[in-house]
Each structure stands twice: as C-alpha cells, then as structure tokens.
C-alpha cells in the first residue's frame, strides 16, 4: 500500500507546475497582446533500481511554446495603438538591452521622447535603434510599421514627414519562447537573435488593440479537473492508510 500512497502524492507534486501555469493565464486574461505559452500533463516514467520492473510512477510532461492564436481586436482610436496581424511581432529593447520581441501594441512616448510600449519596452526601428519622436509631432502609423509625424500648426494638407520604420517580423516559420520579463525570443537560438521572417508580410491595423488569447472558460474548466484530480489521489492516500491499518488488525492475535 505505501506505493500506491507514494504514486498518489508523487501526482500531486508533479500537478503543482501545471496549476501554476493555468493561475498565470488566468490572471492574464485582461492583459492586451498577452499569448498562451505553456502545455502540461502528467506521463508514466519506469522507475530505475532494486525492484520489480513493472515500478512506475507519474511525471510531468511540459512544453513551452508561444501560441500565435489571434486574440480578440478591439478600436480605440489612438493613433499609437496598434494591433499586431497574424504571427507578426514587433522587435524592442528588453531590460537587459536584448532584442526581444512581443505583441503588446500599447504604444506610448516616454519622457526622452522614445516610443515605448506599455511594459515600457523601447521599440526598435528596422535598422535596430530606438523611434524618437520630435515634441509636439503627431504621429500615425501605416499597416506595413511605418512611422509618419505632422505638425499641427502646419497647414492640413502638408504631407507628413517619416520617423522610422517598426521592426516587425513573420514568426509563423519561427518558433518562440517566453523570456523571464514576459517578452518573446527566438525558440532554441542565442538570447536577442533576430527572426528570419517567413513568407508573410508582417502588417499591422492602426487604433486598436489586441487582447489576450486566453480563454477564460476553457482555464477555469482546467482549473475544476486539477482540483478534482488532486482530491482523488488525496482520497487514493486516505484508502491506502485505511486498507494497511485493517491489514494490520487482522494480523493481530486474538
């Protein structure tokens, strides 16, 4: 009976990440350009060592990958919002000054006059350096990531002048992976190696957002099953403990 008590609370320990991850998600169900990354489920591994071969017990099987679903696009009306189509991300500057890349398109202009988004990731240009904005330009921005200012005080039909260009790339050929600070890099390469873009053109839709491609019921739905599968091997350890405590009864003499 201790095996199969141990088998029980082995399974609950190994649910433990599997939780965690589907609380992560769910936390960020509100979060815009927020993408799914993670699969978790329990397998049976044979165990080495002194015994019968027939000694299994469960292991958690994971896999990290950045899910490109679409999340739902909702207008805002902001000229620096930006909403990323199919597998396109954008390149920015991570904390410790690596190329990243992300879909959050909360775009805003700091105190130094440098796009950056809401995170406060700086945004890079094509050729790799920051988007600074001169003071009181207005800026809009084309589908192919292309960074156009006008002056209000100029009259209506003064063309824009350009900025820069966005860094966007096709990650539908390149498989990414979710960085520590929550931003994408490349699946298996160097930290900050660039994206070799696939044979979509990356593109973009101006004043909207993208939200989160989680789905709160399916997490919830999850959430219920671990919950129930964790009182049945705590169940599982409370009728092994009672059917060893009967053996040991009968075995008494009388």
Do not use: H
Request: proline fraction near 5%; hydrophobic fraction near 40%.
């Amino acid at each position: 009976m201790d095996r199969l008590a141990f088998n029980a609370a082995v399974a609950m320990n190994e649910q433990t990440l599997g939780r965690q991850m589907a609380v992560n998600e769910l936390a960020n169900v509100t979060t815009t350009g927020f993408k799914r990354s993670f699969e978790a489920a329990l397998r049976t591994v044979a165990v080495e060592g002194a015994g019968l071969k027939s000694r299994f017990q469960p292991q958690t099987f994971s896999e990290d990958y950045i899910s490109m679903r679409a999340g739902p696009v909702v207008a805002t009306g902001n000229d620096l919002d930006i909403a990323m189509s199919g597998s396109t991300v954008m390149g920015v500057t991570a904390p410790d000054g690596a190329l990243a890349f992300t879909r959050r398109g909360d775009l805003r202009v700091n105190a130094n006059g440098v796009l950056e988004n809401g995170t406060g990731a700086l945004v890079r240009s094509q050729t790799g350096g920051a988007v600074t904005i001169p003071p009181g330009v207005r800026v809009t921005i084309r589908s192919d990531g292309t960074v156009f200012g006008s002056d209000p005080a100029q009259p209506t039909n003064t063309p824009p002048l350009q900025i820069g260009v966005l860094m966007l790339r096709d990650a539908s050929q390149t498989p990414l992976q979710r960085r520590e600070d929550g931003l994408f890099s490349v699946s298996g390469a160097e930290p900050g190696s660039d994206i070799t873009n696939g044979p979509v053109l990356p593109n973009l839709t101006a004043g909207a957002l993208e939200g989160s491609n989680v789905n709160a019921l399916s997490i919830m739905v999850k959430l219920m099953d671990q919950s129930r599968s964790f009182e049945q091997q705590v169940n599982l350890i409370k009728e092994s403990k009672t059917c060893d405590e009967s053996g040991a009864t009968m075995m008494k003499a009388s």
